[in-house]
């Protein structure tokens, strides 16, 4: 497919473009352009929470951030509202809003804990509201309303004031993944197949969290997305360049889509010695040969990467139009020895963290990209145009990503 | 051999000296005073949200200076970083071979190219605060970085820095 507007001809004169023919729309399917209102408007970002984020399944923790039983890990969903995993007396993890059924207030405040710890105003063992003494245990059931009788009477009764439970499954390597929406089908069905290439590296035996990682960055949460779901910008990362594109073979990486918008780019493995400073990698995860790479991205919140030695899982979280949380977490095995642990880490950190060398230059870019994508600023295209028969670079990864998108929002990309 | 009392001055001088080689991007500079042999630099810090220590960054001598090298072919933040540190406690090992240095550390951004340049740059942020803990070796023609962590209290780093602290 070339890209042309109607005033050029592939082998014309090149040349720079008056008003007009800038803002001319390219002749291209509506499938390979993105308006930029898609990354600008309040109001689609609203729309985006409720019938994207609210009703797909989205991974928020790992299993291994709360180990014991009545463990808890905070967090946020798409325009951070606050929730709260728990592990509870019987092992079971199971996550609530974590809004307090009385006056709303943020009940559990921490990162992460254990409930075991009693708080100032409240027992061990249960989530206390500090506001006014409300308690809640580890499956959501409200079991405390000091003076309860002498307030409420029998209008009201603890029995019927539990929190908002939220459907929960712990999965693929044992992130704990939650889906808002209570009619929602079971997560495997929403992946497919999208992370079977991976899973005896996932699921042979348990993994254990040993990197986390933060960053609110200025972008729209889909420019981030954006770089999970092609390879074309491994231009951006001279890492990339000396590892992976001056390897044979490199451009005939199969890129495959799955339902549900999730994509999977094929094995491969990558030459870390070509990048000066950056040894080869004899410790692996389970089935990976050395030195190989595997790839999985999961609409609309996920990328799955394995390198060698490391499982990481980025998660993306729009906290409003214009700002998004990446959380980043490192994984090796559970029964790491120390030597070993240690191994992963420092293949884990050479690419990725923030002191790495890939990350940063994908944050960087959402972040440029973003100033220049605004309201009026003349910028009123994302080209998603590469067609190169599902190999590495072709953007049918993004394409499909933003056909998922037209289909739950009932909106077109080019006329949103 | 070395007393506490006479090496603490030529230490300061020492600790100010590689800080501002850092805070010019003299990294050859920086390198000329570690250990070729021995030295090993780490980023660490305590995540509250995995209740682990965890580190970030775990390199020796030779992955150091090839990063360095690379640094200009990367596609990078050039905001200016400015390292200030405070020297709290200097300890004489029982040989008086080894001096360990424990700094507190703050570190500044100013803007260039990261967000944009036309409103930001020349704009200065706190970007982190922390602590180097260095071990320094006291040699006959001077000093010489042997181990440095920076144990990091800032968790959040925007988007991560090529440059190391």
Request: proline share 4%.
């Amino acid at each position: 497919m070339d890209m042309k507007t109607k005033s050029e001809k592939p082998g014309g004169k090149a040349h720079s473009r008056t008003k007009k023919e800038w803002e001319l729309k390219p002749e291209l399917p509506d499938s390979h352009l993105v308006s930029t209102e898609l990354f600008t408007s309040e109001k689609i970002f609203k729309e985006e929470v409720a019938n994207i984020w609210h009703k797909v399944w989205l991974p928020i923790c790992h299993e291994s951030e709360l180990p014991e039983v009545l463990d808890y890990r905070t967090s946020g969903i798409a325009g951070n509202v606050p929730i709260v995993v728990v592990r509870g007396a019987d092992n079971k993890i199971r996550t609530f809003l974590n809004i307090c059924s009385h006056r709303n207030n943020i009940i559990v405040r921490s990162p992460a804990g254990s409930l075991k710890n009693a708080e100032p105003s409240g027992n061990p063992n249960h989530m206390t509201c500090m506001y006014h003494g409300w308690q809640f245990d580890a499956t959501g059931s409200c079991v405390e309303i000091p003076r309860e009788k002498a307030g409420y009477q029998d209008r009201i009764c603890k029995e019927s004031l539990g929190l908002r439970q939220i459907k929960t499954e712990v999965a693929f390597g044992g992130m704990v993944w939650i889906n808002m929406d209570d009619s929602a089908g079971p997560l495997r069905d929403f992946i497919g197949g999208a992370l079977d290439q991976m899973l005896e590296q996932l699921d042979t035996e348990p993994l254990e969290i040993f990197h986390y990682q933060k960053s609110r960055v200025q972008c729209n949460y889909k420019l981030f997305f954006d770089t999970s779901r092609e390879f074309y910008h491994d231009y951006l990362h001279f890492h990339n360049r000396q590892t992976s594109m001056t390897k044979s073979g490199y451009f005939d990486q199969e890129y495959t889509q799955f339902k549900n918008g999730h994509s999977v780019s094929g094995f491969t493995t990558v030459d870390y010695t070509s990048h000066q400073g950056t040894s080869t990698r004899t410790l692996t995860m389970p089935g990976l040969p050395p030195n190989g790479w595997r790839h999985s991205t999961i609409f609309p919140a996920a990328a799955y990467n394995i390198r060698t030695s490391c499982v990481r899982v980025n998660i993306i979280m729009p906290i409003s139009d214009r700002e998004t949380l990446i959380e980043v977490r490192g994984f090796g095995l559970k029964r790491d020895t120390a030597e070993e642990r240690s191994s992963r880490e420092i293949d884990y950190c050479s690419v990725w963290g923030p002191f790495g060398w890939n990350l940063h230059e994908d944050l960087l870019c959402a972040q440029v990209q973003t100033q220049a994508i605004k309201e009026g600023s003349g910028a009123l295209w994302n080209v998603i145009a590469r067609e190169e028969g599902n190999k590495v670079h072709d953007e049918v990864g993004v394409r499909a990503c933003y056909e998922e998108w037209s289909r739950l929002m009932n909106r077109s990309t080019v006329n949103p | 051999m070395a007393s506490l009392d006479n090496i603490v001055w030529p230490i300061q001088r020492y600790m100010h000296s590689i800080t501002n080689a850092l805070n010019l991007e003299r990294w050859s500079d920086f390198l000329t005073d570690c250990c070729e042999t021995r030295f090993n630099y780490k980023i660490v810090n305590y995540s509250p949200e995995i209740r682990k220590n965890q580190v970030w960054a775990n390199r020796n001598y030779a992955v150091l200076k090839k990063g360095f090298e690379l640094l200009p072919r990367h596609n990078s933040d050039r905001s200016k970083l400015t390292r200030q540190i405070v020297i709290k406690d200097i300890e004489l090992s029982s040989d008086e071979s080894v001096a360990k240095v424990i700094s507190s550390f703050v570190i500044y951004k100013t803007h260039l190219d990261d967000i944009d340049s036309h409103l930001l740059s020349g704009v200065t942020d706190l970007y982190a605060i922390g602590e180097y803990h260095d071990e320094v070796s006291i040699e006959k023609d001077g000093f010489k970085l042997i181990d440095r962590v920076v144990s990091l209290d800032t968790r959040q780093l925007d988007i991560g820095s090529h440059k190391i602290f």
